[in-house]
């Protein structure tokens, strides 16, 4: 394809026909009629590079798009649009003030750029929000809950795009849904089409911080982006770097001038997500290999999620579900005996004898590469204040597991999930939350948004670190009102009680309200009263500073989980809910409902209302009765007050490890052949030699120190000895 149809490609986007539809309008004033049937034609977008390419044969290309449009037929155009997230919009903007530059060039009379610059985005503001609007209000509703269900069945006859087109459920109070405690396996989950739709537009750009940093500083120049490519990821002296230099000699392959080619055995691979830093060391391999499961493999997985269903069920249900749909890896060590060795040294160091220097010498001097010692040090780190060398750290961990990556993998869900029963699997989720904590705190909204995306997309329906907690504010952080609202429309966050957060709904009302969907947003505060009444009074109590001696509500206190869940957001609730106007209609729409004859206070119950009794059965997805994803996020949040909400038997019955927090635990002995823990997989011989010569070395050490002290006593009195002589 040429550059020139390129270009012609990059035209036919949002950004062009919105600054079309821009231009139109400050030149001519069309009536409103006319405006509203422009604007009920959106189109398809994303964000596109072409646009950025120079316009050299203007004439030409129109030409060629004249006698386009006599030979092709007009396509017909989805209703769905695509939000612009803060980083297309500086795309558009850098775009539109090099067309307006160069009108400037080429007339010297006219409003100054910065006028032009402020009307085009204020006017382009007001457009996008219209198209949004109106793109969420044509979504089509289904009216019963036996429509859904067979509107995405196993053998479904609807397309991606055309579901995200005709939309779902818009009264989503009705929808019956599940208990995750009644089926631990998924076995109600049969809408693969809806949940595909939420992912299919992945681009690894996206992962990249770089890109958005691009967007952020248009005025970097290449040779400034390539110094910050060349600063080392940790502190390390120049005599290192010179050695390291010398190894990347003997290392074919190694960098590259993109940072991005590495050698993996006898093959070169190009990094997808990450780039390679000058003070890492060169290898011809990687430390992992990444393995496709197999129907057997996933049979004891689903075995150990259910493990009182028959097994006969269980393997049908792989052959014709979980297999069909999703395709499913493991991360494992290419090299089993120095992964175990790195393994056992680390156990030793970590969780036996705490020791943070042996940890560091794991690291820095014998295995550069091993993932858990790389994340342990990284948080010893941040302990430390020392946040450089610990984002060195982490994207060193992840850089690991992008190097085995295979061609043509991505992270839709459907072609790449990663059961949480894998140790090594749990590691790259572990670095994928410490990551997403990086970018944030770097300004990297976008690039964080994207992360979340991911996070999920590696095992949807388990959720194993509790991306639905948190990932909420990522996206309204970036602007991403639409897609929020798409996912509060999807069976994924709407099947089962637990997988609607509060988070998620309460951003979703924002969401609606920031588009001027004023009744969306009520309706939808409505149904999170319904689940959750009890955070939304400690919302207008605590957070709104509402007046409770005005209210005729009186409600139970809440549960354990929705004392953590609520508390989890209450914390980053005041990042989004910025604006006043937002929080008085907050405010006064709590006020409404607490108030409303409609309810009955003494029905209203919180969605985890009866999971502190006794009697329910335990499962392989909750702990004490709380959700162990949402467990895991409070923990890896590092938030002290949320993390003072968790019971303290948690802490002292459970395993809390910072590399790995509340890791699945095998039910029988069969499982504990499927679960990998870390003690099965360190070498049981290798540790007890390390502890022994431990032993040695600290019975050394303390004859040493005996010896000492006693030299020292000699040496006293021989001192005193002369002065009784003397005296």
């Not at 709590?590 to 119950?605: E, G, H, P, Q, R």
């Not at 006593?713 to 009784?724: A, M, R, S, Y």
Request: with cysteine.
């Amino acid at each position: 394809m040429s550059s020139r149809q390129l270009r012609r490609l990059g035209k036919d986007d949002l950004e062009t026909t919105l600054l079309k539809l821009t231009s139109k309008a400050s030149s001519s004033s069309p009536a409103l009629e006319n405006e509203d049937e422009s604007l009920a034609q959106p189109t398809v977008t994303s964000s596109n590079m072409f646009m950025l390419m120079d316009d050299d044969d203007e004439e030409e290309e129109e030409e060629e798009e004249e006698e386009e449009a006599a030979v092709s037929p007009v396509e017909e155009e989805s209703p769905i649009i695509k939000l612009e997230t803060k980083s297309q919009k500086r795309n558009t903007k850098k775009t539109s003030k090099k067309k307006n530059k160069k009108t400037k060039n080429q007339s010297k009379k006219g409003p100054s750029l910065k006028d032009e610059d402020g009307e085009d985005d204020e006017e382009f503001a007001r457009l996008l929000t219209q198209f949004q609007k109106k793109n969420i209000t044509s979504y089509k509703s289904l009216d019963s809950q036996e429509e859904y269900d067979e509107y995405d069945d196993d053998d479904g006859f609807m397309t991606a795009d055309e579901e995200v087109s005709q939309g779902y459920e818009d009264n989503l109070s009705t929808w019956k849904q599940y208990n995750l405690r009644d089926d631990p396996g998924f076995t109600k989950f049969k809408h693969f089409k809806p949940l595909n739709a939420l992912f299919n537009k992945f681009d690894f750009k996206q992962l990249i911080p770089d890109n958005e940093f691009k967007l952020l500083f248009d005025d970097l120049s290449p040779e400034t982006l390539q110094d910050i490519d060349s600063v080392t990821s940790t502190h390390v002296s120049p005599e290192v770097l010179k050695q390291i230099e010398r190894l990347k000699r003997l290392v074919k392959n190694w960098s590259g001038k993109d940072k991005r080619s590495v050698p993996n055995g006898g093959s070169v691979r190009k990094l997808q997500f990450t780039k390679i830093r000058d003070d890492w060391l060169p290898t011809v391999r990687g430390e992992f290999i990444l393995k496709k499961l197999s129907n057997d493999d996933l049979t004891k997985w689903s075995r150990w999620q259910r493990p009182l269903d028959w097994d006969a069920v269980i393997k049908d249900d792989v052959e014709r579900k979980w297999s069909k749909h999703f395709t499913y890896y493991k991360f494992d060590a290419l090299n089993d005996t120095n992964s175990k060795k790195a393994l056992t040294e680390f156990y030793l160091s970590t969780v036996l004898h705490p020791d943070h220097e042996a940890l560091i010498s794991i690291i820095s001097s014998q295995f550069p590469y091993h993932v858990p010692g790389l994340l342990q040090v990284a948080l010893i780190c941040v302990r430390q204040g020392d946040k450089s060398n610990s984002n060195g750290l982490v994207e060193r961990a992840l850089f690991v597991f992008d190097r085995c990556l295979k061609n043509g993998i991505e992270f839709t869900a459907k072609d790449f999930q990663l059961p949480y029963i894998y140790f090594y699997n749990r590691q790259f989720y572990l670095a994928i939350m410490r990551y997403i904590q990086i970018v944030s705190q770097r300004g990297a909204v976008s690039t964080a948004a994207q992360w979340c995306k991911t996070l999920l997309s590696l095992s949807p329906l388990e959720d194993p670190l509790g991306a639905r907690y948190f990932m909420d504010h990522y996206l309204a952080a970036n602007d991403e009102y639409q897609y929020i609202i798409q996912m509060i429309k999807n069976p994924l966050f709407n099947l089962y009680k637990q997988w609607f957060t509060l988070g998620l709904g309460m951003t979703a009302v924002y969401s609606y309200w920031k588009l001027s969907c004023i009744e969306e947003a009520k309706q939808l505060l409505k149904r999170v009263w319904n689940q959750y009444p009890s955070s939304l009074y400690r919302i207008y109590e605590e957070v709104l500073l509402g007046d409770p001696s005005k209210l005729k509500i009186k409600l139970k206190p809440p549960t354990v989980s929705a004392s953590i869940e609520t508390k989890a957001y209450t914390t980053r609730m005041g990042a989004i809910w910025k604006e006043a106007e937002a929080k008085k209609f907050l405010l006064d729409e709590l006020a409404s409902i607490f108030n409303s004859t409609s309810f009955d206070t003494d029905a209203v119950k919180d969605i985890n209302d009866g999971d502190d009794d006794d009697d329910v059965a335990p499962t392989s997805f909750f702990i004490n009765n709380i959700p162990i994803n949402l467990l895991r996020f409070a923990i890896l949040s590092q938030e002290s007050s949320v993390m003072a909400a968790i019971p303290e038997e948690i802490w002292s019955d459970h395993s809390v490890f910072e590399f790995d927090v509340l890791p699945p635990q095998p039910h029988d002995r069969e499982s504990e052949y499927v679960v990998e823990t870390i003690e099965g997989l360190i070498d049981s011989k290798h540790l007890e030699i390390s502890q022994m010569n431990r032993f040695a070395d600290e019975e050394l050490l303390q004859h040493i120190n005996q010896l000492s002290i006693q030299e020292y006593l000699e040496q006293q009195q021989q001192q005193q000895q002369p002065n009784e002589e003397i005296e």
